[in-house]
T-cell receptor, first 109, second 114 residues
């Protein structure tokens, strides 16, 4: 079966750095997405990785290792508005997105 | 307004009733998707459409029907609602499926079946 694993919940302090991990086992791989979802709102796109390595986009970076079936999202200089759920999703061999259950990130002042 | 919209935003219905959730996008995206989101689960694909008059099943299609007569609209119908269909439903659209095409999500419809 196909499986995406993420921690259910994480807590971090305003101004700090947090790393949210995602491991996957899917039938094929055509890329990995990270989305942000604030409570009661729609998911919004953060990043896409298809090659190994780190992609940096402002305060957010995303890393991929295809050989390890592993990705992480790194958030720097945390702000209160970063409190949200972060969803990892893998595009499988049929170009269907397989979603993790999401990681709820709580930011404390 | 530009973007992707869903209606209604909230709906309460009774078991056995038929209910239709609407989705409209203004980008002329080829692909449209319907997901349901439940606590403890990732987004689960119900149906998707590659173009007008082309639809296909996703992971959890049972109990749902879709149509796409126009590119911009993709309604989802629950033919006979059950309590297990209580969920938040998201519609999404994208330019493509292969590669890094992101999906744009509507605001969601919170459906309660009593």
């Amino acid at each position: 079966g196909q499986n995406i694993d993420q921690p259910t919940e994480m807590t971090a302090t305003e101004g700090a750095i947090v790393q949210i991990n995602c491991t996957y086992q899917t039938s094929g791989f055509n890329g990995l997405f990270w989305y942000q979802q604030h409570a009661g709102e729609a998911p919004t796109f953060l990043s896409y990785n298809v090659l190994d390595g780190l992609e940096e986009k402002g305060r957010f970076s995303s890393f991929l290792s295809r050989s390890k079936g592993y990705s992480y999202l790194l958030l720097k200089e945390l702000q209160m508005k970063d409190s949200a759920s972060y969803l990892c999703a893998v595009l499988d061999s049929n170009y269907q997105l397989i979603w993790g259950a999401g990681t709820k990130l709580i930011i404390k002042p | 307004d530009a973007g992707i919209t869903q209606s209604p935003r909230y709906k309460i219905t009774e078991t056995g009733r038929q209910v239709t959730l609407m989705c409209h996008q203004t980008w002329s995206h080829s692909y449209m998707f319907w997901y349901r989101q439940d606590l403890g689960h990732g987004l689960r694909l119900i149906y998707y459409s590659a173009a007008a008059d082309i639809t296909d099943k996703g992971e959890v299609p049972d109990g749902y029907v879709v149509s796409r007569s126009k590119t911009e609209n993709f309604p989802l119908t629950l033919e006979s609602a059950t309590r297990s269909q209580t969920s938040v439903y998201f519609c999404a659209s994208s330019e493509g499926r292969a590669g890094g095409y992101e999906q744009y999500f509507g605001p969601g419809t919170r459906l309660t079946v009593t």
